[in-house]
């Protein structure tokens, strides 16, 4: 039996795996296994059961979120039926705005040209104040987009047939609020978590496998990774330290015999969300401190993996030894700090949904930290690290969706199918992208909980067909 069912991150703590009837089909000497019909009854059941009890679609589709906070907004007020049934997030209400300078004068210049031609044109552009009213939906007052359009004052005029109560619930709903609310909710039930490790030491493990296999890593190596695998040494966080600042690491792990260790070589630095080849660097013990602080994918490979807010603060740009003044005497100290833990899955899932509220605060503070290149640039790293998006849009509900579904799943296929449908003009291709990154959850999902219940292989089929049912369960709710 895989040494999993032994820990206390088990399966069979939430699942009955007697019950799923495995059966034997390759040849007599290949442990290649595939359900009976009723084990993948069983096995569909229990997947399904356990999204619905970790997973919400609305927190999957930010949009979808919004719609339904509107619309609960709407229906616990004290408009009449008519109107409730009337109005929606997409209900187009009026914005008088005072433009700001510059655009007035980008405006101006724009369109001088054209006031020979037409009085109302000329009085127009010659008008003392930049004012305009302009029709915007619903949603977008709610979570104040509109705000970022060109203004820099409105007053919204709400209709005449909007109840004073209704009126106020849209103007104080705090949609970001309660959006991160219900993501720590849905991220900390037992069920979650449970998926967010199981995934996490998925991919560790396979990373390490595949990094014995190389050519030229060294025995010491090998036997490193060998002795993890046989209990004998504990993965470490990773902690970033400069002069102004010092963070845990997220999705990343370090493994190394303990400090007095003889003639140990290094240890290995590992990454979470990068391609196999990628993904583990040796770090030698000779010369650490050269290594460190020479040019290299490390210091990418560190820094990115902060919050947005500490790798934009002065002093974090790069890995460099400092000196410290201690009461004991002045003392170098390294930028890269490890520590041993209980159970480094579990702090590394708690980091990561400690991240997540971080860069979601950091993505929807102000709009000029939004809007700033080199806050954006800094979030298309932090992102594509996460979700492997090549480009961050300002919109904060496209960011967020990638951001979320970074957290929820940790697969790159997935999340960027997700990005991609939260900036799609068109909404079928909107729709598209969101169910291309369900399903892919739906087969991951399957496939690596099966994978890591059973010592040998077992065949795709069996996988797709019950992935196939999550899917249209989980498409079902979503419709």
């Given amino acids: 039996m895989n040494p999993l069912l032994q820990d206390p991150l088990a399966i069979n703590e939430y699942f009955d795996i007697d019950d799923w009837e495995f059966t034997h089909v390759g040849p007599e000497n290949t442990p290649v296994f595939t359900l009976t019909p009723e084990g993948k009854k069983r096995l569909t059941k229990d997947a399904i059961a356990l999204y619905d009890r970790a997973f919400s679609v609305h927190l999957v589709n930010p949009s979808s979120y919004i719609e339904a906070s509107i619309r609960k907004i709407i229906d616990h007020s004290s408009a009449s039926q008519e109107l409730k049934e009337r109005i929606n997030g997409k209900t187009l209400i009026a914005v008088d705005s005072v433009i700001s300078r510059e655009t007035y004068i980008q405006r101006r210049s724009k369109l001088k040209w054209l006031e020979r031609y037409s009085p109302a044109v000329w009085l127009w552009i010659n008008a003392p104040w930049g004012e305009e009213t302009r029709h915007c939906p619903l949603d977008e007052i709610v979570t104040d987009t509109y705000r970022r359009k060109s203004g820099i004052w409105h007053t919204v ?60 890593v060294s025995e010491f190596y090998k036997k490193l990774v060998a002795d993890y695998f046989k209990k004998k040494v504990a993965l470490q966080l990773v902690e970033f330290a400069s002069r102004v600042s010092r963070t845990y690491v997220s999705q990343a792990l370090f493994l190394a015999y303990p400090s007095n260790a003889l003639k140990a070589e290094g240890g290995l630095l590992i990454f979470v969300g990068e391609a196999v080849e990628n993904s583990i660097m040796e770090l030698p013990n000779k010369d650490r401190q050269q290594f460190i602080q020479s040019p290299g994918p490390l210091h990418a490979l560190i820094l990115s993996r902060l919050s947005l807010h500490n790798q934009l603060r002065t002093g974090n740009e790069k890995l460099a030894y400092y000196t410290s003044f201690p009461v004991g005497g002045p003392r170098v100290v390294s930028p890269l700090q490890f520590h041993k833990v209980d159970d480094a899955f579990d702090r590394l899932n708690d980091l990561k949904i400690k991240r997540l509220n971080s860069d979601i605060d950091f993505l929807v503070s102000t709009d000029e930290e939004r809007l700033t290149a080199r806050h954006m640039k800094a979030a298309a790293k932090a992102l594509e690290l996460i979700a492997k998006a090549a480009a961050v849009p300002a919109a904060p509900v496209s960011a967020t969706a990638a951001l979320l579904l970074g957290f929820l799943t940790g697969f790159a296929a997935i999340v960027l199918e997700a990005a991609q449908g939260a900036i799609a003009d068109n909404p079928a291709d909107a729709e598209a992208h969101f169910k291309a990154a369900l399903w892919g959850y739906a087969q991951l999902v399957v496939g690596t909980v099966l994978g890591e219940s059973l010592d040998s292989a077992f065949d795709n089929e069996a996988t797709t067909a019950i992935a196939g049912e999550l899917f249209e369960h989980v498409t079902a709710l979503e419709d």
């Fill in 157 to 216: 005029k709400w209709p005449s047939d909007f109840p004073e109560d209704l009126v106020h619930a849209l103007e104080s709903a705090n949609l970001q609020a309660s959006y991160q609310a219900e993501i720590n909710r849905h991220l900390n039930t037992p069920e979650a978590a449970f998926v967010a490790k199981l995934q996490l030491r998925s991919e560790v493990h396979t990373h390490l496998r595949e990094f014995v296999k190389r050519p030229h």
